[in-house]
């Protein structure tokens, strides 16, 4: 059976250009674009496919899909020489081109306030350098998550446009089995020929599923903290304020956040903080409502639950929760289980993700926290849909030795959380070339347990770009930059690349694209070699860690030395717990 001819060749037979030279002339495009296109080396881009519809009056969107071996009018008629001939100067012709030039004019209008924008004061000249940083710093809310998860051994056979937007390769190299997520948000960059980031409407949910945030203890609303301004800088809203910097919002942002008359208030509640401590979420950003301080217990649970059921506005019921909770504290830590078997019982069908960080090595100020970890261990296994578990010791040494942090403390690694955060969630909040984001549930099917019915307990960790590539290199694409970030993550062995899942989630800038014809080629990675979090210039990489196992059981082993030199009996009863439940917990702590 002959090969279907493309529908351009078509076109061009029936105009009087009947050579692909005189064609391309006619189109005032190089010859070999119209050759790369008909005998299928390259794809159409949407900026050609517009100039032949003006130029011919034939449907872009066949020409855009390439395969029908068609030709068809904008009325869906076939496309012969009566059409083209009655097309040349017809009004609707006029009508298309001022319709282009209108929108080329709004478009370049557009273009120039942000760089208005970023260089105050500045000409219209193209920006280059430091300058090209600066507007592209500007653009970074108008981000889009291309997202990707199945068995490493189906990547193969998934659409050859979505590995090429999430940077697979079969260099990769994982067990057929191993659960392989890839996650790529990418940033716009400065490109005065294409429509300009916010001119349309964004690949986002008008209704999106409602996510809350829940944070116990001083350390975990701390946390939480980090990642809400996290948020609301990749959302284009002022952390101070809870203002939009533009007219809106970007992305699926109202699954986060409420309208609340000119703020955007997250979907938060922080319990068990100190009076004094909780200065820091005073002001218009967090409802006052969702800071919940005075002694723990179940009244503060109750006061938490009521928070969540009567929340105003237009969110409607959780469709999933994230639980920041403290695991080393004795009341913040009890919080947070009773927080949690709460949670579940009221919503048994919603995903509740915990995110936690373990102690640093060595004797915690805390004797008793190895038991407090133990039990909120427990309560995450019997209640949790996913635990997210950080190293303290790991985020230290890596906010000194990769993030180049001076004198890093609590607050760096709290930095670092949050950048690992927000990439773990950008599939939530922001959509990709052709898809909307996706639920939490759907996130944590990314990361299946080793036994079935288990809670999936893995880590996350987080490297600047900078950190990951030579700097001799002329060009990185994409499945490069995947390749070497999981590498990377496996000398770290963090997660492990052996285990049941891995999920890498890396935030770029591309390189400006092809203005006429798209190849097979990946993409190119544009880096500006700067290091720090919320620059949009790292790679997070999730899933089970040999080393979230090895500190468990050594905190299993330090609660069993406790016992030995502690009253247990006298110590249980003010947890509120039995001897033997204790026993039981660090047992489980145990097996890791």
């Known amino acids: 059976m002959p090969k279907p001819k493309h529908p351009l060749r078509l076109i061009r037979a029936a105009t009087p250009h009947a050579t692909q030279a005189a064609f391309a002339a006619f189109l005032g495009v190089p010859a070999a674009v119209v050759q790369a296109v008909e005998c299928g080396k390259g794809r159409m881009t949407p900026r050609l496919a517009a100039l032949i519809r003006e130029r011919t009056g034939a449907d872009d969107l066949e020409l855009l899909r390439g395969t029908d071996g068609a030709a068809l009018t904008l009325s869906g008629r076939r496309y012969t020489a009566q059409a083209f001939n009655a097309w040349c100067d017809s009004p609707r012709q006029a009508e298309e081109r001022s319709r282009r030039e209108s929108l080329e004019f709004a478009h370049r209008a557009k273009w120039r306030q942000y760089l208005n924008e970023a260089l105050p004061g500045r000409g219209t000249d193209v920006p280059s350098g430091i300058e090209l940083v600066s507007v592209e710093d500007l653009l970074t809310p108008w981000q889009s998550c291309e997202f990707a998860s199945g068995p490493a051994g189906t990547w193969p056979r998934m659409p050859a446009s979505l590995r090429q937007l999430t940077g697979w390769s079969p260099d990769l190299g994982l067990p057929a089995r191993t659960r392989l997520t890839l996650a790529v948000q990418v940033a716009p960059v400065w490109n005065p020929n294409a429509p300009p980031p916010g001119f349309s409407a964004t690949n986002a949910d008008l209704f999106p599923p409602c996510y809350f945030t829940v944070a116990t203890g001083s350390g975990g609303c701390r946390v939480a903290a980090a990642f809400w301004r996290a948020l609301c800088r990749e959302h284009a809203i002022d952390s101070a304020t809870g203002r939009p910097l533009r007219e809106a919002p970007t992305g699926s942002w109202r699954g986060f956040f409420r309208s609340h008359a000119d703020r955007c208030e997250p979907h938060a509640v922080f319990a068990g903080m100190e009076r004094e401590e909780s200065a820091d979420l005073q002001g218009p950003l967090f409802s006052d409502d969702g800071i919940l301080c005075g002694p723990t217990g179940d009244e503060l649970a109750d006061q938490t639950l009521h928070f969540l059921e009567n929340y105003p506005g237009d969110t409607g019921s959780p469709a999933g929760i994230l639980l920041f909770a403290s695991l080393e504290g ?125 809670v999936p307990v893995i880590t996350g960790q987080c490297w600047p770009l900078a950190a990951l590539v030579d700097r001799r290199m002329k060009t990185i694409s994409l499945p490069w930059l995947m390749l070497r970030a999981l590498m990377t993550a496996n000398r770290a062995h963090s997660p492990d690349p052996r285990a049941e899942a891995v999920a890498a989630f890396v935030r770029v800038r591309l390189k400006q694209g092809p203005d006429w014809v798209a190849g097979d080629q990946p993409p190119l990675v544009a880096l500006t070699g700067r290091t720090g979090p919320g620059l949009h210039e790292s790679a997070s990489l999730f899933g089970p860690s040999p080393l979230i196992r090895r500190t468990l059981k050594r905190l299993a082993r330090q609660a069993r030395e406790v016992w030995a030199i502690e009253n247990a009996a006298l110590a249980c009863a003010g947890m509120g717990v039995t001897a033997d439940e204790l026993r039981l917990a660090i047992g489980e702590l145990a097996d890791g």
Do not use: K
């Not at 919080?335 to 090595?361: E, H, Q, T």
């Not at 909040?429 to 944590?444: E, K, M, N, Q, S």
């Open 330 to 454: 004795g009341t913040a830590s009890a919080l947070s289980s009773l927080l949690l078997a709460r949670l579940r019982a009221r919503y048994p069908a919603v995903p509740v993700m915990v995110i936690g960080v373990l102690p640093l090595a060595g004797i915690s100020p805390v004797v008793e926290a190895p038991w407090h970890i133990a039990l909120a261990m427990q309560a995450i296994r019997r209640h949790a849909s996913l635990a997210v578990l950080f190293s303290n010791d790991l985020l230290l040494a890596q906010a000194s030795r990769v993030w180049a942090m001076p004198a890093p403390g609590y607050a760096g690694v709290n930095l670092l959380i949050g950048e690992c955060l927000g990439a773990l969630t950008a599939p939530l909040r922001f959509g990709g070339h052709d898809a909307a984001p996706v639920d939490l549930a759907t996130l944590i099917d990314c990361f299946p347990p080793a036994i079935p019915g288990a």
